[in-house]
T-cell receptor
Framework: AQSVTQLGSHVSVSEGALVLLRCNYSSSVPPYLFWYVQYPNQGLQLLLKYTSAATLVKGINGFEAEFKKSETSFHLTKPSAHMSDAAEYFCAVTLPNRDDKIIFGKGTRLHILP | DTEVTQTPKHLVMGMTNKKSLKCEQHMGHRAMYWYKQKAKKPPELMFVYSYEKLSINESVPSRFSPECPNSSLLNLHLHALQPEDSALYLC???????????????FGEGSWLTVV
């Protein structure tokens, strides 16, 4: 069965520093991968997704993620953190031609230090 | 426009009340979803409607009753809830069911439910 593991339930970075949020997946077939962000008291917003085109995916708000099949990873990065990036981030996976479900990781809370 | 609209934003109800949560999308999406999210947890799938038919029920208690009146609307009827049902309820939609290739789920802002 497919699964998603996010390493680190909390990550703290200084404003202006590199953001790196880790996501590893387990799947028997090539998956589709997503990163969502949830700001306090809001719904989930799509940051970016991988659907087997380019392995480096650029998203909104300066975020990007790289699909690495050999490492079964889809880590999220941003070169320079901003205070407004403080939020909960979820990595998620769906599988082609399978059931109608998206599997979420447990989430990583990103804290930005002034 | 990738908007999923949910009403009400906040709802407080007693354990004997009957209430409904409403969700609307005008993107022509053919799959709609209800999720429940507790604090500091990822969303948990409750129901999936594909082409206006219930396709997945994740063993949700019968005190939650979904309804899809048409392709744009999704309701969640609530009756005899328990305090532990207090949570954020998220509606979502996708162009086609997720079993098809690379569809994105778009989420609404959610309805905060408190059961007293």
């Amino acid at each position: 069965a497919q699964s998603v593991t996010q390493l680190g339930s909390h990550v703290s970075v200084s404003e202006g520093a590199l953001v790196l949020l880790r996501c590893n997946y387990s799947s028997s077939v090539p998956p589709y991968l997503f990163w969502y962000v949830q700001y306090p008291n809001q719904g989930l917003q799509l940051l970016l997704k991988y659907t087997s085109a380019a392995t480096l995916v650029k998203g909104i708000n300066g975020f990007e993620a790289e699909f690495k099949k050999s490492e079964t990873s889809f880590h999220l990065t941003k070169p320079s953190a901003h205070m407004s990036d403080a939020a909960e981030y979820f990595c998620a996976v769906t599988l082609p031609n399978r059931d109608d479900k998206i599997i979420f990781g447990k989430g990583t809370r990103l804290h930005i230090l002034p | 426009d990738t908007e999923v609209t949910q009403t009400p934003k906040h709802l407080v109800m007693g354990m004997t009340n009957k209430k409904s949560l409403k969700c609307e999308q005008h993107m022509g999406h053919r799959a709609m979803y209800w999720y429940k999210q507790k604090a500091k947890k990822p969303p948990e799938l409750m129901f999936v409607y594909s082409y206006e038919k219930l396709s997945i029920n994740e063993s949700v208690p019968s005190r939650f009753s979904p309804e899809c009146p048409n392709s744009s609307l999704l309701n969640l009827h609530l009756h005899a809830l328990q305090p532990e049902d207090s949570a954020l309820y998220l509606c979502a939609s996708s162009q086609d069911p997720l079993g098809n290739s690379g569809n994105t789920i778009y989420f609404g802002e959610g309805s905060w439910l408190t059961v007293v």
